[in-house]
Every structure is written in C-alpha cells, then in structure tokens.
T-cell receptor, first 110, second 115 residues
Framework: SQTIHQWPATLVQPVGSPLSLECTVE??????LYWYRQAAGRGLQLLFYSVGIGQISSEVPQNLSASRPQDRQFILSSKKLLLSDSGFYLC?????????FGPGTRLTVL | AQTVTQSQPEMSVQEAETVTLSCTYD???????LFWYKQPPSRQMILVIR??????QNATENRFSVNFQKAAKSFSLKISDSQLGDTAMYFCAFMIYNQGGKLIFGQGTELSVKP
C-alpha cells in the first residue's frame, strides 16, 4: 500500500531564514505530487504540482519554490521566509481521479 | 474560474442523528470528480467519499452518502447515525478530468457531534 511521509512535523523559523520541507511517497511509482497550504484551519490552496521528475507547475506566485529531484520526493523551499508563510503545509500524491494526503507540517514564522 | 462554496461554516448534530453538509461548485467543464474530505483535530486529511460526474448514481460509503445534482452543481454529504468520531472539518473539493489532478477546495464546514 502507498504511504506518504512529511517532515518535519512542526517548525518554528525566524523571518528571513531559509526553508526546506520534504515529502516522500512509498509504494507507487511516477505519482503526481502536490503541495498545498492551509491557513487558519480553513481552505487548502494548491501551491505546486509535479507530474514527473524536474517538472514543476506553480499555481500561485509567492515566496516559495518546489523541486522534485527524485520520482517519489517533493521538496518545498524558500530562501527567505516571510511572516505570511506561516501555515499548515500538506503534501499529497495522486493520479487523475483521486488524491491522498500526508500528515502535514505546521510552520510558524516569527 | 472554478470555485467551490460551502455555505455552512459550522454545524452541530446529536450523536446517532443525521446531518447534511452542503456544497455547491461552479465549472464549465463536463468531466470532473467530486470529493468530500474529513480533517479531524489531528489535521490529517482523510478521503471520505468520491463521485464521478458522469455517474448518475449517488456514491455511498457505509454511513456516508452524497446527493449529487449535476445540473444544479450541488454535492451534499449526508452522515447517518452520527458518531463522536465524526467531529471534524469537512471539505468539499473537485478535480477537473485530465488537468493535472489538481483539487479545488471549499472553505470547509466544522461539524461537532454532541453526546
């Protein structure tokens, strides 16, 4: 069965510091991968998605970037965090008719 | 632009009773999928039920069922015999067929099941 991992689970970072959140999937090959952000416990917003290694599509212009260095690895990064980057970040894997989520990372920028 | 609207920010129901959560969506596409996800306090997103737009029959999963009205662009979730463990945020979402599998979410309904 498929499993999706995210780490870290929680993170507190100062404004202006870099960010790297990692997501890995087990039990499937060539999955579509997604990064979502959930602010204030409501509504998920799609940030990035990837249909293959090195292929990244950005949905919302922002301070973040994503990379997919391996088939089942998806990384969310920032060079300098802003206060507005605080939120709950969810990674998901899926195909064209369903999607499954990881446990999420709670990011607090101070 | 595609949108999903959940007009009930909060709802409550007594244990063992039935509750219906509302969802409407807007799209000009004809082929898509609809979903209800549950997010308990742990914040793990859990898929509750899925509906293919081309299917007229409403999807059911144990105590969970949907009322899918394609012409009205409505997709409500009915929870029967509510249990305390059903307490969670519920999100309605849809996915356009063959557009990268991107999910578009509503703002959620916070459901409280009371003993």
């Amino acid at each position: 069965s498929q499993t999706i991992h995210q780490w870290p689970a929680t993170l507190v970072q100062p404004v202006g510091s870099p960010l790297s959140l990692e997501c890995t999937v087990e039990g499937t090959s060539n999955p579509n991968l997604y990064w979502y952000r959930q602010a204030a416990g409501r509504g998920l917003q799609l940030l990035f998605y990837s249909v293959g290694i090195g292929q990244i599509s950005s949905e919302v212009p922002q301070n973040l970037s994503a990379s997919r260095p391996q088939d089942r690895q998806f990384i969310l990064s920032s060079k300098k965090l802003l206060l507005s980057d605080s939120g709950f970040y969810l990674c998901a894997w899926g195909n064209y008719n369903e999607q499954f989520f990881g446990p999420g990372t709670r990011l607090t920028v101070l | 632009a595609q949108t999903v609207t959940q007009s009930q920010p909060e709802m409550s129901v007594q244990e063992a009773e039935t509750v219906t959560l509302s969802c409407t969506y807007d799209t000009s596409e004809n082929n898509y999928y609809l979903f209800w996800y549950k997010q308990p306090p742990s914040r793990q997103m859990i898929l509750v039920i899925r509906q293919e737009a081309y299917k007229q029959q409403n999807a059911t999963e144990n105590r969970f069922s949907v009322n899918f009205q394609k012409a009205a662009k409505s997709f409500s979730l009915k929870i029967s015999d509510s249990q305390l463990g059903d307490t969670a945020m519920y999100f309605c979402a849809f996915m356009i067929y063959n557009q990268g599998g991107k999910l578009i979410f509503g703002q959620g309904t916070e459901l409280s099941v009371k003993p």
